[in-house]
């Protein structure tokens, strides 16, 4: 539980691409009853077409390559301090963070998966679960530990695979349930 005192708690949202759960998680810092507001958004690409949702809303933005990885986790652990961060949030964000990093914040960064783990940890979630021919898949916020996709689960969603699904198909269906569960799984975590 993160004690927000009554005001909003400062969160930063790191990304690497699209940005369709930092818009929605944007979207939800406005409204009354959201317990958070975005302070800081963090990228490894400078290209992320989600930096647009920053420049968009005024939301102050940084790009760290994550290549000399402990050096910029220093600066970066000194601005998340300076802007009195209290939870990262990684949504899409491609880059594995160290060890040492994750413990300076432990408990206190989230990530959202695309599929009911603890199955199918890492990438291409959708076409393996397709390949399987699973019956369902689904979609997972959890805490970020050391080890990949591996944390305690906050809230997780059950989505039906239908036989006609592409990995494009069930992406987006799943997609919107992430839309709803990440901004729950924020507020849960902040008393
Ligand atoms: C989402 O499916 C998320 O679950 C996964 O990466 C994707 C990011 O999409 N970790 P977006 O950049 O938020 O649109």
Redesign the pocket.
Known sequence: MIKSFGKKTKIAVF??????????LINHSKKKNSKFQIDLIISNKKNAK?LIFAKKNNINFKIFSFIKLLEEEVKILDILKKKKIKIIC????MKILSKNFIKKFNGKIL????SLLPKYKGLNTHDRVLNNNDKYSG?TVHLVTGKLDSGKIILQKKVKVFNHDTSKTL?KR??KH?YLIYPKALNLIIS
């Open positions: 990304i690497s691409g699209r940005g369709s759960n930092l818009k929605n989600g990684l949504a899409g964000f990530n959202i998966h695309p979609c992406e799943i997609l992430e």
